[in-house]
Structures are given as C-alpha cells and as structure tokens.
C-alpha cells in the first residue's frame, strides 16, 4: 500500500491514473498533524504489478504546494500538475518520460505569486497528443486555459475574470 513519507503525516488530494502499458500512477499532498495546515509537499508513487505493490513515494514539491493531479499523454507520459498554497502561488508540472522512474524538474506554467489553493488543475491531452489545461487562478474566480505543444506550455487566456465583489451593493 502507498503510505504518507512519514507517520505523523496526513495524507489528501489523492488521484490515480493508469498509463497506456498498465503502469499505475498515483499523486498526493501531504499535510502534518494533528493541525493539517499547510501542506508540506506533493508525492508520487507507481505500481507495476496492478497495485499489489508500490515503489517508494518521491517528493515533487516541498512546503506551500498541494492539489496534485496526474494526466497520461497519448504516448504514456506521465505529467503531475499542482499548486502553491497562497502566499506561493503558481501552477508547477513535472513530467515522467520513463513510467514514473524519473520526473523533470518542476516549472511553472503560472507563475509564483498568482493562485493558491483554490482547486485542481485539470489537464486532458487530446488525439494530436496536445496538453490542455483549465485552471483557476485565484479564489475570487479567475480562470485561465493554457495548451501546450510538444515542447512548452503557452502563456494563460483569460476565460473568465475574477469577481470584482466591490460592485456588488450588500443587504
């Protein structure tokens, strides 16, 4: 079974893939108790054998970073998406080419400072192999679409805008 990297470790935002030979792939956030705030990193982890056993959880990100989620591209890449908590901000990938032996240094395709934890980065990779990503970008409700070609994602367009609260009359 895959296990937090440390007892007094509280585990969440858990989420699987398989890719495209069978491999599962799993990703978490990992919070200290008894408080479990803030986060303390981003984990992954992968089976070979249809999860009878695990390989040994690899830290992606350290403190500030959570809501990690995983994508399998058409040709079996494997891409992590997180986020940093606000106060760091950003929107971080890391890529494993290899079935989850090795991962990429992170980058950020959103950059510090911008967001929080304010919800999963989703990302679907379409027929032309093509990354696309929907995120929010703030709490207020800001969302961006990033797409990615076969060497980097392109900066963020604005779907929506956060909400400006101050136009709205109270009472």
Known sequence: AVRSSAPDNGVNYVNVVADKDGIL???????KLPDGWPPIGVFVSNSTDHG??????????GD??????????QVGEVYAFWNGMIGVGGR???ASLDRGQSWSEPYAVVPPGIGGTSGYPHVVFDSLN???????VDWQG?????????????PGI?????????SYAIG
Do not use: C
């Open 130 to 136: 093509i990354g696309h990503m929907i995120t929010s």
């Open 92 to 94: 971080y990938i890391s």
């Open 158 to 166: 604005e779907i929506s805008s956060a909400i400006d609260y101050a």
């Open 52 to 61: 009878l056993s695990w390989s040994s959880p690899r830290k992606l990100a």
């Open 25 to 31: 792939h799993v990703a978490w956030s990992e919070f």
């Open 64 to 73: 500030g970073y959570d809501q990690v989620k995983l994508a399998v591209n």
């Open 142 to 154: 800001g969302i961006q679409y990033l797409q990615q070609d076969s060497t980097s994602w392109f």
